[in-house]
């Protein structure tokens, strides 16, 4: 890919309490794109300094507002920043940045793209079955088939975000983005994507996975 499309591309990265990860993400997201934005979300760790040091642009929340907010704040960012194509990925090692290209590749023929994980015997239980239920939910309320609803390896354009802008602070905007592309009738792909497990499973609880279908009814019902 030329030069001068990558510089309008940028990967965003949210991140809290990673400063174990971070700098391995950074560095080889760093060989496939060269805007690396990390939101650092009121961590109490080294992450942003990490961060800096490992070459990324960083910006702070000074308190954990959550990842929704972390997000919203590097797109708005890197917008303003004159970015076509933005490519968000998370921080703690799971996803393999040396997919970003397919991502940015993938949006030639669409307007977002979503990673889906594939099922191994390393996928905690709770996160397999959660990803179903809400798959079918996704299905039956908004019409989208989409494999991995709770990834948050995707991409998008400049464009799409406009239409696509969430108000949840938590793991449920990953969610409400998918009933925003419902709603904006946007193009979407899904690419597959390798997913390491290297620590303890964090993210979506069953209880966040029940907060999530009932904001997907509300988000069904109020637009």
């Not at 391995?24 to 979300?41: G, Q």
Request: proline share 2%; charged share 25%; net charge positive.
């Amino acid at each position: 890919m030329k030069l001068k499309k990558l510089n309008k591309v940028w990967v965003v990265i949210p991140a809290h309490n990673e400063e174990k990860h971070i700098e391995k993400v950074i560095k080889k997201a760093k060989k496939f794109a060269k805007n690396i934005l990390v939101v650092d979300d009121g961590s109490q760790d080294k992450t942003p300094f990490v961060a800096e040091k490992s070459g990324a642009f960083v910006l702070k929340h000074i308190v954990n507002l959550g990842k929704g907010a972390a997000l919203k704040t590097g797109c708005e960012y890197a917008i303003k920043n004159k970015a076509e194509k933005i490519v968000v990925l998370d921080a703690d090692g799971q996803h393999d940045p040396k997919e970003i290209l397919e991502f940015v590749k993938a949006l030639d023929n669409a307007d977002i793209v979503f990673g889906y994980r594939r099922l191994n015997k390393n996928m905690p239980f709770v996160l397999r079955y959660g990803n179903w239920f809400i798959f079918f939910m996704a299905k039956l309320l908004f019409g989208l088939k989409i494999a991995d609803t709770q990834c948050g390896y995707r991409s998008f354009t400049a464009d799409a975000y406009n239409k696509i802008k969430w108000n949840a602070v938590d793991y449920s905007m990953e969610s409400e983005m998918i009933a925003n592309v419902g709603k904006a009738n946007l193009r979407y792909s899904q690419i597959p994507i390798e997913t390491i497990y290297s620590d303890k499973y964090k993210g979506t609880t069953v209880i966040d996975g029940f907060k999530i279908v009932l904001n997907m009814v509300w988000w069904k019902i109020t637009r």
